[in-house]
């Protein structure tokens, strides 16, 4: 049975490229607990790879959320590499300014799960983002995590396999600046 956790105490954390060494073991051992029923699917045992993928890069920015010493969640991404962003091809006019940010995951221990913290977590990660928009994929299998996402100001603007064992994803956008009037 799900148990819901009522505290404000979680405090969020943010890291970069050069702490992957630091918090690897964290972010793997949240994933092995938000996903402990799905670990004998190969796509969620190659989490670790996506890590040091991710992690690897340059820009790689990540929030993790403790509760004490017990890390209860994390966000992670990095900008897109300039011209490669792959969802252009889901728009029939990209915006002028393509800038992106790809949310690669947000992920919450069961514990902490409807509390806040997974948006908690997601909005320290893109608030001070320079890019203009933020990309993720949601798995079509989770539809109240779409229409989450979609509370948080993203759009559905397709589908996208990016790998033969994933599923085919939804690819969400979301503009992280409005442009005001001069």
Request: hydrophobic residues 35%; negative net charge.
């Amino acid at each position: 049975m799900e148990q819901l956790l009522t505290t404000t105490a979680v405090e969020l954390r943010r890291f970069g490229h050069e702490d992957l060494p630091t918090i690897r073991q964290t972010l793997l051992d949240v994933h092995a607990d938000a996903y402990a029923s799905e670990m004998d699917d190969e796509f969620n045992q190659r989490f670790p790879w996506f890590v040091d993928h991710w992690g690897g890069h340059p820009g790689f920015a990540c929030v993790i959320g403790y509760d004490g010493d017990e890390p209860v969640g994390f966000a992670y991404g990095a900008p897109a590499t300039p011209g490669r962003e792959w969802w252009r091809e889901h728009l029939s006019e990209p915006p002028a300014d393509d800038s992106t940010f790809s949310v690669s995951e947000l992920m919450v221990r069961p514990r902490w799960r409807k509390t806040g913290t997974a948006e908690r977590l997601h909005e320290v990660l893109i608030e001070d983002r320079p890019e203009t928009l933020a990309v993720l994929l949601v798995d079509p299998g989770h539809p109240k995590v779409e229409a989450l996402y979609e509370t948080w100001k993203y759009r559905r603007i397709g589908n996208r396999q990016p790998f033969p064992d994933s599923p085919n994803f939804t690819v969400m956008l979301r503009n992280l600046h409005i442009p005001t009037a001069s």
